[in-house]
């Protein structure tokens, strides 16, 4: 609150409670006679046995020490303090307890009058409760020092129920353990015998704002007898001047009503409370149309304000921002406490509780911060604080705001259904967010911006309308051991040189992708478990370069990760797995690295280059794919290197369409088809790899030097269709069908290759005269001679090994063809003459020996 403010703020109305003046004297007994005549009344009342009764009620000028004793007690307690006379466990709030005047042994010996025995012992329970019942609780504490049996009585929890009623309104305990504390407790659970009596005694010093009881309070002393020390007021006003008049110590109970335009500034300590049946602070209504309702300054340090709605209500809603007024506000050098408050604001200006400043630090728990027109909450200036517990939501811009330094400690709040974002932070703002439930607001659930810098932990963000979280314009944070779901875009938005560290999230089952880094977004995304996005796991485009590390991304309806339009970052240690498309595409221009991952199980391809993607992969494992662990496509140029890539349906790595790329140390193994596959005008160079086979065709010139080409489940290297290749300094061995074929029309540039030991299959089918159809796969085409039957018809497609021309189409008009790959169409069963060599026909048709490549997504029509 500024000087300006606190200068100009008008003068408290004070009005100090009339005091009451006691009349110690005759008057003293006739005080008495209530009392006296409501036990005759009960005596009466018991039954045909009382009226014979001894009890007489009269004064005894004669008493046994004991019962003297007993009488000197009584009559101190008023003199003391409220209540000091009670048995109970807990009297600090009432003072110290009298000494009881010793008795000597001997006086237990004497009898006792035949009236107080009667009392004491023989009048029924019921009766002396009724008596009991038109006591105030200072007579009710005295009657307990009497006798054991009348402690028991006077404890009873509904004696002390009606009383705390009367006076304090609440339908259940408000306890009151210690400062700046309160909490409501049911009767039958509580661990106190008679809690009603215990929460009398921790609230009995307070005062009342009770509009119109003061003058009745006041004006009948005999009726409220011993409850002097209470006071009334009829305006909080009022009661805050008695406080800085050193009238009481500062507890205030607001009683049932609606107090409205009064200027409440507090500069103390005080404890203010709602007091109310019911849901306590529905009943307690607190509004100001002019100025902000609560201002807390300087010198409020500890003070307390709970149970009560809190309204700004300004007849002009639209005021201009230097005249913004709000519910709360907590200025500099103050730490109150708001607690189980209804927090309401009208304005479309300044928020409903606005903490601004150095040394601004309040404790709001338990609070229901909705419906307002503006922001809910806003902490800026340095300010901090702890905010826990609260329900923020339906807000007309953020549930949250933070701003310039302030920091704040906020957990367990329930941050929803806003008109804007679910919390802002921004120029600087910070912050400590725990364990918050973040969702369904029409933008995104966490806004970062303008250098801001957050810690959130363990909160729940979903079902935003946009996104789940969206960091720009440099903005910074934590995000770490969030569940990030069901977001309508991305889970987790980057962009315009923001550099957040997402770690050890759940992010899944979000409408779009599940963290999108764009225009220059930066980032570590760390140790989370992204799946089940409706598009790619993460997506890096337009200049981003995150740091990606540590991640299971799976099980996504698209792909695994997505880099296009110039992306970058370095992707190191993730598990890829069983995506729905590639588990990495790196596309127009991107230059990832992707290093020591383990990429695997998808439904497509492992690592897909196409448009112009380029990078480096390195160190990779990458295995078990529908299609090829790796393709390169349309100009893409990456370094692959020293990988382990196996177990593709497609063969182990495809270069196509004019693909590049430097392939080198790899290990490329036990791949379906070839290790390697180069076709289609591309021109990659292979460098000290180890590989299950080369495959070169369709106009492809690529280099292989110091190669180790082993274990092929065909040929070392075949290259066909008018494609050629420089070869040097490989060894090529140990492959099934032999170790280098060339085609017809090929022409190699071969230096220092060495060819050993291959297991020539083609070679030993031919010279036993068997159909080449049988050492064929699927996958395995081995290269010969072939010609064509005119006498069988056969098709342009269709192909005759040498052995069935001789065999099984002696005499037939036959044409040869050229020496290349093919499997033999006698052997397979496909003419109308059957195989003579093959045995059973097995009725195959030709394999369409390509890698469909990945299926284009909507990603780029989304973003």
Same mark, same amino acid.
Not at 182 to 209: C, D, I, R, T
């Given at each position: 609150?500024?000087?300006?403010?606190?200068?100009?703020?008008?003068?408290?109305?004070?009005?100090?409670?009339?005091?009451?003046?006691?009349?110690?004297?005759?008057?003293?007994?006739?005080?008495?006679?209530?009392?006296?005549?409501?036990?005759?009344?009960?005596?009466?009342?018991?039954?045909?046995?009382?009226?014979?009764?001894?009890?007489?009620?009269?004064?005894?000028?004669?008493?046994?020490?004991?019962?003297?004793?007993?009488?000197?007690?009584?009559?101190?307690?008023?003199?003391?303090?409220?209540?000091?006379?009670?048995?109970?466990?807990?009297?600090?709030?009432?003072?110290?307890?009298?000494?009881?005047?010793?008795?000597?042994?001997?006086?237990?010996?004497?009898?006792?009058?035949?009236?107080?025995?009667?009392?004491?012992?023989?009048?029924?329970?019921?009766?002396?409760?009724?008596?009991?019942?038109?006591?105030?609780?200072?007579?009710?504490?005295?009657?307990?020092?009497?006798?054991?049996?009348?402690?028991?009585?006077?404890?009873?929890?509904?004696?002390?129920?009606?009383?705390?009623?009367?006076?304090?309104?609440?339908?259940?305990?408000?306890?009151?353990?210690?400062?700046?504390?309160?909490?409501?407790?049911?009767?039958?659970?509580?661990?106190?015998?008679?809690?009603?009596?215990?929460?009398?005694?921790?609230?009995?010093?307070?005062?009342?704002?009770?509009?119109?009881?003061?003058?009745?309070?006041?004006?009948?002393?005999?009726?409220?007898?011993?409850?002097?020390?209470?006071?009334?007021?009829?305006?909080?006003?009022?009661?805050?001047?008695?406080?800085?008049?050193?009238?009481?110590?500062?507890?205030?109970?607001?009683?049932?009503?609606?107090?409205?335009?009064?200027?409440?500034?507090?500069?103390?300590?005080?404890?203010?409370?709602?007091?109310?049946?019911?849901?306590?602070?529905?009943?307690?209504?607190?509004?100001?149309?002019?100025?902000?309702?609560?201002?807390?300054?300087?010198?409020?340090?500890?003070?307390?304000?709970?149970?009560?709605?809190?309204?700004?209500?300004?007849?002009?809603?639209?005021?201009?921002?230097?005249?913004?007024?709000?519910?709360?506000?907590?200025?500099?050098?103050?730490?109150?406490?708001?607690?189980?408050?209804?927090?309401?604001?009208?304005?479309?200006?300044?928020?409903?509780?606005?903490?601004?400043?150095?040394?601004?630090?309040?404790?709001?728990?338990?609070?229901?911060?909705?419906?307002?027109?503006?922001?809910?909450?806003?902490?800026?200036?340095?300010?901090?604080?702890?905010?826990?517990?609260?329900?923020?939501?339906?807000?007309?811009?953020?549930?949250?705001?933070?701003?310039?330094?302030?920091?704040?400690?906020?957990?367990?709040?329930?941050?929803?259904?806003?008109?804007?974002?679910?919390?802002?932070?921004?120029?600087?703002?910070?912050?400590?967010?725990?364990?918050?439930?973040?969702?369904?607001?029409?933008?995104?659930?966490?806004?970062?911006?303008?250098?801001?810098?957050?810690?959130?932990?363990?909160?729940?963000?979903?079902?935003?309308?946009?996104?789940?979280?969206?960091?720009?314009?440099?903005?910074?944070?934590?995000?770490?051991?969030?569940?990030?779901?069901?977001?309508?875009?991305?889970?987790?938005?980057?962009?315009?040189?923001?550099?957040?560290?997402?770690?050890?999230?759940?992010?899944?089952?979000?409408?779009?992708?599940?963290?999108?880094?764009?225009?220059?977004?930066?980032?570590?995304?760390?140790?989370?478990?992204?799946?089940?996005?409706?598009?790619?796991?993460?997506?890096?485009?337009?200049?981003?370069?995150?740091?990606?590390?540590?991640?299971?991304?799976?099980?996504?309806?698209?792909?695994?990760?997505?880099?296009?339009?110039?992306?970058?970052?370095?992707?190191?240690?993730?598990?890829?797995?069983?995506?729905?498309?590639?588990? @990495?595409?790196?596309? &127009?221009? *991107?230059? $990832?690295?992707? +290093? /020591? #991952? %383990? !990429?695997?199980? =998808?439904?497509?391809?492992?690592?897909?280059?196409?448009?112009?993607?380029?990078?480096?992969?390195?160190?990779?494992?990458?295995?078990?794919?529908?299609?090829?662990?790796?393709?390169?496509?349309?100009?893409?140029?990456?370094?692959?290197?020293?990988?382990?890539?196996?177990?593709?349906?497609?063969?182990?790595?495809?270069?196509?369409?004019?693909?590049?790329?430097?392939?080198?140390?790899?290990?490329?193994?036990?791949?379906?088809?070839?290790?390697?596959?180069?076709?289609?005008?591309?021109?990659?160079?292979?460098?000290?790899?180890?590989?299950?086979? @080369?495959?070169?065709? &369709?106009? *492809?010139? $690529?280099?292989? +030097? /110091? #190669? %180790? !080409?082993?274990? =092929?489940?065909?040929?070392?290297?075949?290259?066909?269709?008018?494609?050629?290749?420089?070869?040097?300094?490989?060894?090529?061995?140990?492959?099934?069908?032999?170790?280098?074929?060339?085609?017809?029309?090929?022409?190699?540039?071969?230096?220092?290759?060495?060819?050993?030991?291959?297991?020539?299959?083609?070679?030993?089918?031919?010279?036993?005269?068997?159909?080449?159809?049988?050492?064929?796969?699927?996958?395995?085409?081995?290269?010969?001679?072939?010609?064509?039957?005119?006498?069988?018809?056969?098709?342009?497609?269709?192909?005759?090994?040498?052995?069935?021309?001789?065999?099984?189409?002696?005499?037939?008009?036959?044409?040869?063809? %050229?020496?290349?790959?093919?499997?033999?169409?006698?052997?397979?069963?496909?003419?109308?003459?059957?195989?003579?060599?093959?045995?059973?026909?097995?009725?195959?048709?030709?394999?369409?020996?390509?890698?469909?490549?990945?299926?284009?997504?909507?990603?780029?029509?989304?973003?």
């Amino acid at each position: 609150m500024n000087s300006v403010r606190a200068t100009n703020r008008r003068p408290r109305r004070v009005s100090r409670p009339r005091p009451v003046q006691p009349e110690r004297n005759n008057g003293d007994r006739d005080e008495e006679a209530p009392a006296a005549a409501a036990a005759e009344m009960a005596i009466e009342e018991s039954g045909p046995g009382a009226q014979n009764s001894p009890y007489q009620l009269r004064r005894k000028t004669l008493l046994p020490k004991r019962t003297a004793a007993a009488s000197a007690t009584a009559s101190a307690c008023p003199s003391k303090g409220p209540m000091e006379g009670a048995s109970t466990s807990s009297t600090e709030a009432f003072g110290h307890r009298a000494k009881r005047a010793r008795v000597s042994g001997k006086s237990h010996d004497l009898p006792a009058a035949p009236a107080e025995q009667y009392l004491q012992q023989k009048l029924p329970d019921e009766v002396v409760l009724k008596i009991f019942s038109y006591l105030l609780e200072q007579d009710l504490c005295q009657a307990a020092c009497v006798c054991k049996r009348f402690s028991q009585l006077a404890n009873d929890p509904i004696l002390w129920k009606r009383l705390y009623m009367e006076v304090f309104e609440y339908t259940r305990p408000m306890m009151h353990p210690e400062p700046g504390r309160f909490y409501q407790v049911s009767p039958e659970e509580h661990e106190h015998p008679n809690p009603w009596k215990e929460s009398f005694q921790q609230l009995y010093k307070g005062a009342h704002v009770k509009p119109g009881f003061a003058e009745h309070f006041y004006s009948n002393p005999g009726r409220y007898k011993g409850r002097e020390n209470m006071l009334y007021y009829d305006t909080i006003e009022d009661a805050l001047g008695g406080v800085q008049e050193a009238h009481f110590d500062g507890l205030i109970f607001v009683h049932s009503g609606i107090y409205t335009d009064e200027w409440i500034y507090i500069e103390s300590p005080i404890t203010m409370i709602g007091a109310a049946p019911g849901k306590v602070a529905d009943k307690v209504v607190i509004e100001n149309t002019r100025d902000s309702t609560f201002v807390f300054m300087e010198g409020s340090e500890d003070a307390y304000v709970g149970y009560m709605t809190i309204k700004f209500n300004p007849d002009d809603k639209s005021a201009q921002h230097h005249n913004a007024h709000h519910c709360l506000e907590i200025t500099v050098n103050c730490s109150p406490n708001i607690d189980h408050c209804i927090i309401r604001s009208t304005c479309t200006v300044g928020s409903a509780v606005c903490v601004s400043g150095q040394g601004a630090c309040p404790t709001i728990k338990h609070c229901n911060i909705s419906d307002c027109e503006n922001v809910g909450l806003y902490i800026t200036d340095h300010a901090q604080g702890i905010y826990e517990d609260n329900e923020i939501s339906n807000n007309a811009l953020a549930g949250i705001w933070v701003k310039n330094h302030g920091n704040p400690i906020i957990r367990r709040n329930h941050i929803h259904h806003g008109r804007d974002v679910g919390v802002f932070t921004f120029d600087h703002g910070m912050g400590y967010f725990e364990n918050c439930n973040i969702h369904r607001n029409r933008i995104a659930g966490f806004e970062v911006k303008a250098y801001a810098n957050p810690t959130v932990v363990r909160c729940e963000i979903h079902h935003g309308q946009t996104g789940g979280i969206y960091v720009h314009e440099k903005g910074r944070g934590q995000f770490i051991e969030n569940k990030i779901y069901a977001n309508n875009f991305a889970g987790v938005w980057i962009t315009s040189n923001s550099d957040p560290t997402i770690r050890g999230n759940a992010i899944f089952n979000g409408n779009q992708g599940g963290v999108y880094i764009f225009g220059d977004g930066r980032g570590l995304i760390e140790s989370n478990d992204i799946y089940g996005n409706a598009l790619a796991g993460i997506q890096i485009r337009t200049n981003s370069c995150p740091i990606v590390r540590h991640n299971k991304i799976h099980d996504g309806q698209h792909g695994g990760i997505y880099v296009h339009e110039k992306g970058q970052g370095v992707i190191e240690e993730n598990e890829v797995y069983s995506n729905t498309l590639a588990g @990495v595409w790196v596309t &127009t221009g *991107s230059t $990832p690295v992707l +290093r /020591k #991952n %383990r !990429i695997h199980s =998808g439904k497509q391809v492992g690592v897909y280059f196409y448009d112009n993607g380029h990078g480096v992969l390195e160190d990779n494992d990458i295995y078990n794919h529908m299609y090829s662990g790796v393709q390169i496509r349309t100009g893409s140029n990456p370094k692959i290197r020293r990988n382990k890539i196996w177990g593709g349906q497609n063969g182990g790595i495809l270069v196509y369409n004019s693909g590049l790329g430097f392939i080198e140390d790899n290990e490329i193994f036990d791949n379906a088809m070839a290790g390697v596959w180069i076709k289609t005008d591309s021109n990659p160079t292979l460098r000290r790899n180890k590989i299950a086979g @080369v495959l070169i065709s &369709t106009n *492809s010139h $690529p280099i292989l +030097r /110091k #190669n %180790r !080409i082993f274990d =092929g489940f065909a040929a070392g290297i075949e290259i066909t269709n008018h494609a050629t290749a420089t070869l040097e300094g490989n060894q090529i061995f140990n492959n099934r069908f032999g170790g280098l074929f060339l085609a017809s029309g090929v022409n190699v540039t071969m230096k220092d290759n060495k060819i050993l030991n291959n297991q020539d299959a083609i070679e030993k089918a031919v010279s036993r005269g068997q159909c080449l159809y049988k050492i064929s796969s699927y996958t395995s085409y081995p290269m010969h001679d072939f010609y064509r039957c005119h006498t069988c018809n056969t098709t342009d497609r269709n192909a005759i090994c040498v052995n069935c021309i001789k065999k099984c189409h002696q005499g037939h008009d036959v044409e040869f063809i %050229r020496h290349d790959r093919f499997f033999c169409d006698c052997g397979a069963g496909t003419l109308s003459n059957p195989c003579t060599l093959a045995g059973e026909p097995t009725h195959d048709t030709d394999t369409l020996y390509d890698s469909a490549p990945p299926i284009e997504s909507n990603t780029l029509q989304h973003n």
